[in-house]
């Protein structure tokens, strides 16, 4: 069984598009994450949510909404998508109230902006 | 503000070879260190996690220390093997949900 799953794993899009990624983790985690890999391969936070509440934005453009809709899943939409959002774009989950757990992180889906 | 920073960025080594993997962080206020691989194409595999209040955490040949008060941490692979490579990427956690993460060492262990 997958823990933490991420759909789709690969998305080609035209720029000023909207697309959406999605995540689930059947872990019974109540923290979940979005982090971007650059192409340098650089991993930076985007979004932390916490039992379905957004703790952590890290001055992420507005044109990127998470949103979850129970705790164990965590979607990520984009409007308006630009080439620089080209990147891997990782889901992960943790169980814990204070941000101290091991991180389990989604196979990635790897978005390319043309 | 906390900064990871890793060394070497990249590594080659001959397998059976002992190897260290270095990270160091910049604001010894940290909650935990995690040690995670990543392979190419692929999501991050945890490997060791270290809280504040430890020292080292060891499994199987992975044996990972943390001194905050110098701030750094270091991962050590015994024998090393072709399976081991991958890219080694350490995070600090700063509380509040936030993991600043290394830009990673590649590894490549030659057979």
């Known amino acids: 069984d997958t823990a933490v799953s991420q759909t789709p794993k690969y998305l080609v899009t035209q720029m000023g598009n909207d697309k959406s990624i999605k995540c689930e983790q059947n872990?019974?985690?109540?923290?979940m994450y979005w982090y971007k890999q650059d192409s340098k391969k650089f991993l930076k936070i985007m979004f932390s949510?916490?039992?379905?509440?957004?703790?952590i934005n890290e001055t992420v453009p507005n044109r990127f909404s998470p949103k979850s809709p129970d705790k164990a899943h965590l979607n990520l939409h984009i409007n308006s998508l630009e080439l620089g959002d080209s990147a891997v774009y990782f889901c992960a989950s943790s169980q814990e109230t204070s941000g101290q757990e091991t991180q389990y992180f989604g196979p990635g889906t790897r978005l390319l902006v043309l | 503000k906390q900064e990871v920073t890793q060394i070497p960025a990249a590594l080659s080594v001959p397998e059976g070879e002992n190897l260290v993997l270095n990270c160091s962080f910049t604001d010894s206020a940290i909650y935990n260190l995690q040690w995670f691989r990543q392979d190419p194409g692929k999501g991050l595999t945890s490997l060791l996690l270290i809280q504040s209040s430890q020292r080292e955490q060891t499994s199987g040949r992975l044996n990972a220390s943390l001194d905050k008060s110098s701030g750094r941490s270091t991962l050590y692979i015994a024998a090393s093997q072709p399976g081991d490579s991958a890219t080694y990427l350490c995070a600090g956690n700063t509380g509040g949900f936030k993991t600043i993460f290394g830009a990673g060492t590649r590894l490549f262990v030659k057979a």
């Open positions: 949510y916490n039992n379905k509440e957004l703790i």
């Open positions: 872990l019974g985690h109540d923290t």
